[in-house]
């Protein structure tokens, strides 16, 4: 699995997580359910195949380290969002600039711009 694809998936879980106010625990059991993931494979080719324990670690360690720091990365969006309060973007978008920031602010091992790149394709 590519680091594209996990990041996709840990978007994803952010977004879960913000809609229906779970723990990165509850998000990650019930999105990596048997049944949940069959689902995925027939709507992206990314996820034809489970993620391998490289891929699980860094969506774990993503999921769970923007869950910790979540009102600093809020924080940091609401700081550039001009005109815009957090909870007035929408889900995906909070998922996916709370990703990114959360690589940015806390993952030394991810070029910044990577990241940025990863959003702007998301």
Known sequence: ????????????LLFSMDLNELSAGEAFELFFSPEHYETLRGEDTG????????????????????????????????????????ERLSAAT???????????LYFDDIPEGASVNEAVEL
């Open 1 to 12: 699995m590519t680091r594209k694809t996990a990041r996709q998936i840990a978007v994803q």
């Open 47 to 86: 996820f034809e195949e489970q993620p391998d324990e490289k891929a699980l670690s860094y969506i774990r360690r993503l999921v769970e380290t923007g869950s910790e720091h979540l009102p600093a990365l809020d924080d940091q969006i609401a700081s550039y969002a001009r005109g815009w309060k957090t």
């Open 94 to 104: 909070r998922a996916i600039l709370r990703t990114a920031l959360c690589e940015i």
